[in-house]
């Protein structure tokens, strides 16, 4: 029960775009067409999931223990970025289709925010090994909701007689706007 | 080879001057965190049981509450940490109690990410301030719309319900749960 | 961007961040932040502040280490300086001003992942003398604070009916919502275009302008 309360509170309740900010970057910038949209979901769902294992793992074995919260950032953002070089290594090793399809994503989700906001929140709320996976997948699931919904909208939008200084990113913030206030019909699922 | 090298003795210079610079701001700022917090605590615990001159924090399992002593020593009553869900997120909110537990004797909300305008207002005095007074038994109920009339009944906020109706049973779950440590 | 060859004035390097390269209105870099603790001016102008101290600092010291670091290292290094510097930051705000710290929660911690630092660190920082940098580094954090200050304000005072604490009216509760934050930066961002347009009063044929009515909301 508690887990499913991370799922669903992480994954639409606060989805980690439309009501923490975090991974705005990527959802403004590849969020034009629906497939595109999706690769780079799955791609950060991957890295989240491990990121929140890891992180953990260092957080919980290594910088509590020894007293040393204040390396907390400076260690979290490292692994991030050598998980996803390691990922990216490895998908292009293993399977050279998937990497086609993801490989360029990959670097950008370096400085996605959502990474290491995750990784942060799941320290900060003090969650337990199994909480912190759920929770980064909560996250991963909800990214890529968001990040599909704005692709299937922008799509449609192409056809739409958008005012000329509103094409591109003023729209599409508009647009991810509505969708917060969309979103917010699910908050109160929580306290049930 | 020597490239290499390079590499590694740069970034480990790098990561060991970071690590050091880093542990010397730390030590700096530790002392004044840790006042900060114990600054907030205090404030919350003399707020929600006025008259509180010295405390004592106890913790039993995920609850933690506060013995809290007037001027003479004399036991005051209790000011309990409650947690809970709310309408979007976590809420963290204390209450204080009498020492024979026979009404509460304030309420302060502590954290809350309820939505700004609605139910954000459970921070404010209009809503907090009813729980100063309240009858501890039976448990705390709600109201919508009318003025409450049984001695354990708070009026819910307009449009916010929902949040209202959280703080009423955050505070009666952990009530509850601190009745049981006794 | 300002190459090594084509030396501009240090004038324009200060002062293209203002304006012309506005990290947020024009680069649309450090989304996350603008966006999330933007509730308030006071928010807006702290938050605008941290993150122009580590942007400022990192890049001097970046720009002062740039000949030491082998290339293939150099994102690395960037980020343990940014991460070093944030962590100070961070550490002074918990320390001194823990209502400020409390009120900007985890972003404080994510301006490492803002997109600016990193971006003035690997295009400017990297091939520019420490003194450029600096002045380079000081003209994007004062462009980037007085975005998130001009977003701030403009919520505040439609969303509580407040500036800085003062003024007083109905508010319009969505702005201070997550979705006030992207309307209001998709709003103006569209207005800067615009005015953008008409400063520079180019003779090519602007097609279809947008009606008045559509940027006064």
């Not at chain 1, 799955?42 to 957080?59: G, K, Q």
């Not at chain 1, 399809?101 to 990959?106: C, D, Q, T, V």
């Not at chain 2, 038994?137 to 009944?153: G, L, R, S």
Request: aromatic share 10%; hydrophobic share 50%.
């Amino acid at each position: 029960m508690d887990l499913l309360i991370i799922f669903i509170s992480a994954a639409v309740v606060n989805n980690f775009v439309l009501s923490y900010f975090l991974g705005i970057c990527p959802f403004l910038g590849v969020s034009n067409k629906l497939e595109k949209a999706f690769s780079m979901g799955a791609a950060t769902t991957f890295v989240m999931v491990l990121a929140a294992m890891v992180t953990w793992l260092i957080n919980n074995l290594i910088l509590i223990p020894f007293g040393l919260p204040f390396l907390q950032y400076v260690s979290f953002i490292i692994v991030i970025a050598s998980l996803v070089q390691f990922v990216e290594m490895f998908i292009r090793k293993t399977s050279p289709t998937l990497y086609r399809s993801l490989g360029i994503f990959l670097p950008l989700i370096t400085t996605n925010c959502a990474i290491l906001g995750l990784a942060l929140l799941s320290a900060l709320r003090e969650y337990n090994f199994i909480q912190s996976v759920i929770f980064g997948l909560a996250a991963g699931v909800g990214f890529t909701l968001a990040l599909c919904i704005m692709a299937g909208i922008r799509e449609e939008l192409d056809l739409a007689p958008v005012p000329e200084h509103f094409k591109g990113a003023p729209i599409t913030l508009i647009i991810a706007g509505l969708l917060a206030l969309a979103f917010m019909g699910f908050a109160g699922m929580l306290s049930g | 080879m020597k490239k290499i090298a390079k590499m590694i003795i740069v970034l480990s210079v790098i990561g060991l001057v970071s690590g050091g610079v880093l542990a010397v701001v730390y030590q700096w700022a530790q002392p004044k965190i840790i006042a900060n917090q114990i600054k907030e605590t205090d404030a919350a615990v003399f707020k929600v049981l006025p008259g509180t001159k010295s405390y004592k924090k106890a913790v039993s399992g995920d609850l933690t509450y506060f013995n809290c002593f007037d001027k003479q020593g004399r036991k005051l009553g209790t000011a309990i940490l409650c947690k809970g869900n709310g309408y979007q997120g976590e809420i963290r909110l204390m209450v204080g109690v009498n020492n024979d537990f026979s009404k509460f004797t304030g309420m302060i909300v502590l954290e809350q990410l309820e939505t700004p305008g609605l139910g954000a207002k459970i921070a404010e005095q209009k809503f907090y301030g009813q729980f100063t007074g309240l009858a501890t038994k039976p448990p705390i109920e709600y109201v919508k719309a009318v003025k409450p009339e049984k001695p354990n009944e708070i009026q819910a906020i307009t449009g916010a319900t929902i949040s209202s109706r959280a703080v009423v049973e955050i505070i009666n779950k952990s009530v509850k749960q601190w009745l049981e440590t006794k | 961007m300002a190459g090594n060859k084509v030396k501009k004035s240090l004038f324009h390097e200060f002062i293209k961040g203002w304006w012309d390269e506005n990290p947020v209105f024009r680069q649309l870099l450090g989304m996350c932040p603008t966006l999330a603790v933007t509730t308030s001016a006071i928010n807006g102008l702290s938050m605008g502040l941290a993150t122009s101290f580590v942007l400022i600092c990192s890049s001097f010291i970046i720009s002062l280490i740039r000949k030491l670091i082998p290339n293939q290292v150099r994102i690395a290094s960037y980020i343990v300086v940014i991460a070093t510097f944030v962590t100070m930051a961070d550490l002074f705000l918990k320390g001194i001003f823990p209502d400020i710290s409390k009120a900007l929660g985890p972003f404080v911690p994510l301006i490492v992942v803002n997109c600016v630092i990193l971006g003035r660190a690997e295009l400017f920082a990297s091939k520019n003398n420490p003194g450029r940098a600096f002045v380079d580094a000081f003209g994007m954090g004062a462009g980037f604070t007085i975005a998130l200050l001009v977003l701030g304000a403009v919520r505040e005072i439609f969303g509580s009916g407040t500036i800085f604490g003062f003024l007083s009216f109905e508010p319009l509760v969505i702005m201070i919502l997550p979705a006030g934050a992207f309307i209001t930066l998709g709003l103006l961002i569209g207005l800067m275009n615009y005015l953008k347009d008409i400063t520079k009063a180019k003779e090519q044929p602007a097609p279809a302008c947008l009606p008045a009515g559509r940027q006064a909301r």
